[in-house]
């Protein structure tokens, strides 16, 4: 770690500036970053150029944080950007940059209220990131001026040429000062691009950032062609065939990464999620419980998996694809660390394809098509692996304790027949429909509820905001029983416990199982006896 950060250290910035970068989770500078950060700072102009999603924002952000004399008057940077999205995106980063600098940046874009923007501008602001016409429109009206910036930036070059900036462009540079330092980056450099740069850029210093660097380390890396609907599925059994392995799971989101970990648990996997949303202490629990083996999937976000050590990673899996080439490889990166094998898999729903090429294609991966194990593979599989373990026990002899239950079993039963039934006990879960891992099922008769009652689970809970009142409704609504005859409701944090009357619960779970409330797909189950959330198992 220490030695990460060290690449920030050596650009000289000053501490509040190395603050922000550390709480924004940055642990060294990307290549653009590192190219630019240097140049940057002496005061150059600069043309930029790398790919989307390699942390150009930050690239400009951190030395314009570094010039600006935060005790001045007047806009001091001014960054152009395409579109709303894209400037309110820079102005958060910007405005994360220059926190413990305590600067302002403001976005102002169209499509909305100008007047808060002119009260927003007029209490003073350090940087303003905008789209060029609503720039321009507030220089026109003069609630704007750009007679005291030192530096531009034309963020996303490319695309404001496209959608037809160029002459709003041309007069907001006008209306700055001669002796600024102009900056333009850009993921592409079309023709248009060089002649503005020619135009409004002193001897511009030009920095690429290639983009075949990018390769694929040399791991085994498969696809597996699955519907959203069955990814989980999938996985449950991924996971199965190989025991144990040790699965890093990407999502997208936080909410998919939680419902992923939810579901797993749910099923008997030892699982957890991993977010932003997660404070520094619950990161490094979960991580502990991970490094300690207590868990052996991690389900996280790429946010959250950002600077992740963990060197025992035997899979890491793309629940769901990454966004581009650069997250697939930095993703798989994770796993095949320190000459060990490593595996990395990617769902592709069938809307995906394309998407999967482009990462072939960047990447330069080789990303071969597999066919998901069958439940009877999955089976031999895991019979295959207690076998072994089985073996090792055997061989250590030390079970001296057990002799004489063993002896009690097979008096009067044939002992193929005795194993048989335990290995069907350890097993059995995987006859059911829902392979889940040493899950017994559980009558609804056994789930600890009331007399004449039913004990039910659901994978929803406070976490997702729902009420009792939420649970009570839903239930009453959907599977048509009086509000009154539903008690008991137990809310936790990612899940939930009803009582509902023995005889209408087989109703309930065909009514709520997949069924959506407070927006949300839930699983409903009967409750194991003691609460626990069926983490029998391993
Ligand atoms: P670009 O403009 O090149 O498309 P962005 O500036 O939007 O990329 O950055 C993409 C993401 O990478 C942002 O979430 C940003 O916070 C993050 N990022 C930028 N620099 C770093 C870094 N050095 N380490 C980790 N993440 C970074
Ligand atoms: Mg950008």
Do not use: W
């Not at 930050?58 to 960054?79: H, L, R, T």
């Not at 660097?213 to 519907?227: D, H, N, W």
């Not at 991993?274 to 207590?294: I, N, T």
């Not at 660390?337 to 991966?365: D, M, N, Y």
């Amino acid at each position: 770690m220490e030695k990460n950060v060290a690449g920030f250290n050596e650009f000289g910035l000053g501490s509040e500036v190395m603050k922000a970068v550390t709480s924004m989770g940055f642990e060294e500078p990307t290549p653009i970053q590192k190219k630019t950060i240097p140049v940057l700072l002496t005061g150059k102009d600069v043309i930029g150029q790398a790919q989307t999603g390699t942390g150009k924002t930050a690239a400009f952000g951190i030395p314009i944080v570094e010039m600006i004399d935060k005790n001045a008057q007047g806009v001091q940077a001014i960054i152009l950007a395409p579109t709303r999205e894209l400037a309110i995106q820079a102005a958060e980063e910007m405005n994360k940059l220059g926190k413990y600098k305590r600067l302002h940046a403001l976005p102002v874009y169209g499509g909305t209220s100008i007047e808060r923007q002119i009260k927003a501008l007029k209490k003073g602001v350090h940087v303003v990131v905008g789209t060029p016409g609503r720039v321009l429109d507030h220089i026109e009206r003069r609630t704007l001026s750009l007679k005291d910036v030192r530096i531009v930036v034309l963020d996303e070059a490319d695309e404001m040429l496209d959608m037809g900036f160029v002459d709003d462009i041309t007069k907001i540079l006008k209306t700055t000062p001669a002796e600024r330092q102009t900056l333009l980056f850009s993921a592409t450099m079309p023709e248009g691009i060089l002649n503005i740069s020619k135009r409004y850029m002193r001897n511009p210093e030009k920095i690429r950032i290639a983009t075949d660097a990018l390769t694929a380390p040399k791991i085994s890396q498969i696809f597996y062609e699955v519907r959203p609907s069955e990814k989980i599925e999938a996985l449950a059994r991924l996971i199965d065939s190989d025991d144990g392995g040790i699965f890093l799971v990407f999502c997208h989101t936080k909410k998919e990464a939680d419902e992923v970990a939810t579901n797993l648990k749910f099923r008997g996997y030892e699982a957890d999620a991993m977010h932003g949303d997660f404070s520094q202490a619950q990161r490094e629990a979960v991580l502990k419980k991970f490094r300690d083996s207590r868990i052996d999937v991690l389900v996280a976000t790429d946010v959250a998996a950002r600077g992740l050590d963990i060197s025992n990673i035997s899979h890491v899996v793309n629940f769901s694809i990454p966004q581009n080439p650069e997250s697939y490889v930095h993703r798989i990166g994770r796993t095949g660390r320190a000459g060990r094998e490593g595996v990395a898999i990617t769902f592709v729903t069938p809307r995906e394809e394309r998407q999967l090429k482009l990462i072939k294609a960047v990447s330069k991966a080789d990303i071969k098509r597999g066919k998901l194990p069958s439940k009877e593979q999955v089976m031999e599989a895991r019979l295959e692996s207690l076998k072994d373990r089985i073996q090792e026990v055997v061989d250590d002899k030390n079970f001296d304790r057990y002799l004489s239950l063993a002896e009690r079993l097979i008096d009067g039963t044939d002992p193929r027949e005795a194993l048989a039934a335990l290995l069907k006990f350890q097993l059995g879960g995987y006859e059911s429909e829902t392979p889940s891992r040493g899950r017994e099922e559980v009558s609804l008769d056994d789930t600890g509820a009331g007399p004449g009652m039913a004990r039910l689970f659901m994978t929803i809970g406070r976490g997702q905001d729902v009420k009792a009142g939420d649970i009570v409704n839903a239930i009453s609504k959907k599977a048509d029983i009086p509000r009154h005859d539903i008690k008991n409701v137990s809310i936790f944090d990612t899940f939930t416990f009803v009582e509902v009357p023995r005889d209408s619960a087989e109703r309930v779970i065909e009514f709520m199982h997949q069924s959506i409330i407070s927006g949300r797909k839930v699983a409903v189950a009967p409750a194991k006896p003691k609460g626990d959330m069926g983490r029998a198992g391993r």
